[in-house]
Every structure is written in C-alpha cells, then in structure tokens.
C-alpha cells in the first residue's frame, strides 16, 4: 500500500522544522548580528527550503523575512503565558495637521497570536474569513476529542495553532514571520526582540499603547 502522503498543514510543519534544524546547526558555528545577512552561513542545498516554503506562500514568504531583516518583530513573554509577538507595520501612517497639511504618525504594530493563529491585521481578516461560504460544512461539524483536546493545549510551535483542519491555515506576512521567529528562534534571535514584561505593560501594548 503506498504511503500516504501529509496534509498542507503538516508539509509545512516539517519544512519549517527541518528548518529550524539547519538553523540551530548553523547558529552554532557563526555569530549573527543584526549587520549581517541571516542567510549568509547557510549551504544552497538548504536554502531550497527556503524556495520550498516560498513556493507554498508565494506572497507572504518573502515580506515575512524583510520585516524579520527589519528587526520589526518583537517577542512579549508575560508570567510564564504563551509568547505574544507585535509586529510593526512597514505602512507609514500621517495625520492632519490644523492647515490640513500631514504629520507623522506614530508607528502601527499588529498583535499576533501563534497559539490562537490571528493576526489583528485587515490582509488575516481577508484570508480567514473570504472563503468562508467554501467551508460552511466544516463549521457546523461537532469536534472530535482530538480536536478538542489540541484546542485546549497547542503548542505555539505548531503551524495553524489551534484552528481545525489539515490544509493550510489563513496566513500573512505577520503571522509567517511571527512563526519562523518562534520555530527558528536561534537563528533569527539577532533579528527580533524579545521582553519580558508585567501585565500592565503587555495590557498598554493590547489598548494600543505600546511605543
């Protein structure tokens, strides 16, 4: 009997892993900054993962990476909870001034959460419920134990987090450059930031506070 082939969701997962793999190895024997190329220390025979992952999110992989090269991608750990990841948008906002002239506006950042899979950005909107009419039939299905139990302990190292299914969950630039930062977290550790914070800093960042 031939052997199965895995779903999109667990494809990903596996490349990514393998990733992260590559990445600690090659960690190990360079030292990142944040002046340096990440790819640089890494042999062309991996890097076709990188092309295989971009096959697969042809639009998302490559912005991903750039607001990982950026240093956009910041990492809020709070009391031992699940990692809250904000990411600043690469959009430049201005507001009116008195003359109707425009003033530079303080930088926007989207919350993204791995364990939950969402993204408070209008693109994971899009991508989360733009077909939902296609997947009514999943909606109104009763969960399976596994299911439930996966909902009630996933792990923010799992593509897709808690939502349901085997193909590729909604995704966007954020969310991917969020999950390649917490399943590769070696390799691009020069490239986010990482805090951790009291839970009134980390309700400011929630009301849109942060700085």
């Known amino acids: 009997m031939a052997e199965l082939l895995p779903g999109s ?11 992260s793999n590559i990445c600690r190895h090659e960690q190990a024997s360079a030292a990142w900054d944040r002046s340096s190329n ?4 890494v042999v062309a025979e991996d890097k076709q993962l990188f092309v295989t992952l971009h096959c697969i999110f042809p639009n998302d992989l490559l912005p991903a990476l ?16 699940a990692a809250l990841y904000y990411v600043r948008s690469t959009q430049t906002s201005r507001s009116r001034g008195q003359r109707g002239g425009g003033v530079a506006a303080a930088p926007h950042h989207h919350e993204v959460r791995l364990t939950a899979w969402n993204c408070s950005c209008p693109a994971f909107a ?5 077909r ?3 997947r009514n039939d999943r909606l109104v299905q009763s969960p399976h134990e596994e299911d439930i139990h996966r909902a ?13 299914g085997d193909d590729v969950p909604p995704v966007c630039k954020h969310v991917l450059a969020c999950f390649l ?5 070696e390799f691009f550790r ?21 700085d």
């Open 9 to 19: 969701r667990a494809l990903v997962g596996a490349l990514v892993a393998q990733l």
């Open 38 to 41: 990440a790819l640089d220390g």
């Open 66 to 81: 750039d607001l990982l090269d950026r240093s956009h991608v910041t990492r809020f750990d709070c009391d031992g909870g």
């Open 126 to 130: 899009l991508a989360a419920f733009g």
């Open 132 to 134: 939902v009419s296609q």
């Open 152 to 164: 009630c302990h996933p792990p923010s190292s799992t593509f897709g987090g808690c939502t349901r």
């Open 181 to 185: 930062a917490e399943r590769c977290r």
């Open 190 to 210: 020069s490239y986010v930031d990482s805090n951790v914070v009291p839970q009134g800093e980390m309700a400011a960042w929630a009301a849109g506070w942060g």
